[in-house]
């Protein structure tokens, strides 16, 4: 079983930055796919973003696609998700996940990741 605890979620104004970061426990997750998912109050859970398990391939939703960045750090056995340009609809409950198996789409749907953080909310001001 892998483990996933989210940090760095916030509150900050539009045009801020905020660091997520996804630290996964249990297993190494240097052989998972890794996502990033949010979801707005009263809205599904939504792709944000996601990396191949040596960092080399990455995509974004196009809503996020030029402000944010997803990295990941097999030594620390962790996950990022930079994000710059803050804008208020961005506001919502990220969640990390790990995929057992290959990602082949360039937005992947939530029920491909097998294991899920419990979130961390961001909140961004006008």
């Known amino acids: 079983q892998v483990q996933l605890v989210e940090s760095g979620g916030g509150l900050v104004q539009a045009g801020g930055s905020l660091r997520l970061s996804c630290a996964a426990s249990?297993?190494?997750?240097?052989?998972?796919?890794m996502g990033w998912f949010r979801q707005a109050p009263g809205k599904g859970r939504d792709f944000v973003a996601q990396?191949?398990?040596?960092?080399?391939?990455?995509s974004y939703a196009d809503s996020v696609k030029g402000r944010f960045t997803i990295s990941r750090d097999n030594a620390k056995n962790t996950v990022y998700l930079q994000m710059n340009s803050l804008k208020p609809e961005d506001t919502a409950v990220y969640y990390c996940?790990?995929?057992?198996?290959?990602?082949?789409?360039?937005?992947?749907?939530?029920?491909?990741?097998?294991?899920w953080g419990q979130g961390t909310q961001v909140t961004v001001s006008s």
């Open positions: 990396i191949d398990w040596n960092g080399g391939s990455t």
């Open positions: 249990g297993r190494t997750i240097s052989s998972y796919p």
């Open positions: 996940a790990a995929a057992k198996a290959p990602i082949y789409r360039d937005k992947p749907l939530a029920i491909a990741y097998d294991y």
